[in-house]
């Protein structure tokens, strides 16, 4: 779409409550005018966000051409009735008024003019000391793709694999610890926490896991109680802020991992209003309901590597010694996977550029973080380097979705493939990317009540069972086809290339005649 549907020619009076949060639609489409419902998905649209200042009536534009958006400016008059529900000028027409200034909206030519406008407008005050909220993670295609990366197959010089050659899947998470953790598939999903996701979303999501035979990660946000009696292969994520936390839980996990970032937002803290931090998701959390969930940026109590091989130590001797990890954005690779490993981790989960998240700074989603694929591929070298990689269980995140992006992973050197867009995608999730306005129309990023009840939580889990089965069988039919009789086989051997700046990124054999870096 180049301009917004027009979705009527007369403004809409709505009431509107003094503080809080709405997302208006630009996109024209949503059949909740004003507000967003998630059908600007794929339109190149996203939603305005506003605060009400007072309580009361306003009358909201759904022209979608006002001057003055979110609210009405009269632009709807020059619209006609046959216009109605029809994509309108590429040019915003301009109010009649002679002494208004025209309104400054992105182009693709100038795409942060509209951004420059609001700083110079309203400083912070609008936006928030981060800066202007999204979700998700950096889109595909942005980012190095998988799908530059070929598989070469077996044929003569090595065989493949007849059809009915059984292809092991498990996955052993700390292989040297007191009681490793087994998966029976090499996939599980990753760190979402309750709060940020509905209560039907993360039963739904650990009880297909389970029915998988696989795991699921908590989250920052606690142990919802429900979520980890639907799952026998627990991952309990430890945090800056330490929500919920008591070693009385961790009779009920089988692995716990410190948080030192997510792919999407390191670095700095999070913030959680009180005014969405109240019934079930306070109590998960340890905080008075109505209390701001704050998230420091790092941890204030646990600082060098000794200190977190210490608190390790105590898990350790709590569980029987269930394996200790490291969750780690891909930011300072080398130096963070050796701090891991200066303070005892079992398993490191590495979340590279084009993880996501339910809420961050566009400053930081857009602009930090190592891709995937090389910081896999670094990843893996430094482990081998170091002579852990037997003892030590790597795990990437991060953008990847489907089967392929997976058996690619585990030949760059994965051991195991945590998920989440395609988990959240396979119970429902429909990629609307507004997970961070509560309105997630699938039900699952949001903790409205009517919103939440479109969530079949059976029909939802047995979706994501299909899904991990599926994407495993695939990965055997690959594996058989290069010759592999374990998933845990593929090898960077496996991989070719023609793209020469994938090959550079990722370490990836490059398939062409000539030579990657040929001398001058």
Not at 59 to 79: A, E, I, M, V, W
Not at 320 to 346: M, R, T
Request: proline share 6%; with cysteine; hydrophobic share 40%.
């Amino acid at each position: 779409m180049k301009s917004p549907v027009i979705a009527d020619n007369k403004p809409v009076k709505v009431e509107l409550t003094k503080g809080e949060e709405y997302y208006f639609c630009t996109c024209g489409k949503s059949k909740n005018q004003p507000f967003c419902d998630g059908s600007h998905a794929g339109t190149g649209f996203k939603p305005k966000s506003f605060v009400a200042e007072e309580d009361g009536d306003a009358y909201l534009c759904r022209c979608k051409y006002s001057n003055n958006l979110p609210f009405c400016d009269g632009t709807h008059k020059q619209f006609t009735a046959e216009q109605v529900g029809q994509e309108g000028p590429e040019v915003h027409i301009q109010a009649a008024a002679p002494d208004l200034s025209p309104a400054a909206t992105a182009t693709k030519e100038e795409p942060t003019v509209e951004f420059i406008h609001q700083l110079a407008r309203d400083g912070l005050s609008k936006v928030g000391h981060h800066g202007p909220m999204t979700s998700m993670g950096v889109p595909r295609h942005l980012l190095p793709h998988w799908d530059d990366i070929q598989v070469m197959v077996a044929q003569m010089a090595t065989k493949p694999l007849l059809e009915n050659v059984p292809v092991g899947t498990e996955l052993i998470i700390g292989p040297n610890a007191r009681k490793p953790l087994k998966l029976n598939i090499p996939l599980f999903v990753s760190d979402m926490s309750f709060g940020s996701l509905s209560e039907e979303a993360k039963v739904s999501l650990a009880t297909g896991a389970e029915l998988a035979g696989t795991g699921i990660c908590s989250g920052e946000g606690g142990m919802l109680p429900e979520e980890q009696a639907a799952n026998s292969r627990y991952f309990y994520e430890l945090a800056s802020a330490q929500f919920g936390y008591d070693e009385a839980k961790l009779k009920n996990v089988q692995a716990f991992h410190f948080k030192g970032g997510q792919g999407a937002k390191t670095g700095t803290g999070g913030h959680l209003p009180g005014v969405k931090n109240i019934g079930k998701i306070a109590e998960v959390r340890g905080i008075d309901a109505g209390t701001a969930a704050i998230s420091p940026p790092t941890f204030k109590d646990l600082k060098t590597a000794a200190d977190f091989k210490k608190f390790a130590d105590r898990v350790r001797e709590v569980t029987g010694g269930i394996p200790i990890g490291f969750k780690l954005s891909a930011n300072h690779i080398e130096e963070d996977i050796q701090f891991a490993l200066d303070a005892s981790a079992d398993y490191i989960i590495l979340d590279g550029r084009g993880g996501g998240t339910g809420a961050a700074p566009e400053m930081f989603r857009d602009h930090i973080s190592v891709p995937t694929i090389p910081a896999l591929a670094r990843a893996r070298a430094y482990l081998d380097k170091q002579g852990v990689s037997d003892r030590v269980t790597l795990v990437i995140t991060g953008g990847l979705r489907v089967p392929m992006d997976f058996v690619k992973a585990m030949a760059l050197g994965a051991d195991g493939v945590a998920i989440s867009n395609s988990a959240m995608q396979s119970i429902g999730c429909v990629a609307a990317r507004m997970c961070n306005t509560n309105n997630c129309p699938a039900g699952i990023a949001t903790q409205k009540a009517d919103l939440r009840q479109r969530l079949n939580v059976e029909k939802a889990s047995n979706q994501l069972k299909n899904f991990f089965e599926a994407s495993t069988e695939l990965m055997q039919v690959m594996a058989r086809a290069c010759g592999h009789d374990h998933l845990n086989q593929f090898n960077p051997h496996d991989l070719a290339t023609w793209n020469r700046e994938m090959a550079e990124l990722s370490g990836v054999a490059y398939s062409g005649v000539s030579p990657l870096n040929p001398l001058k």
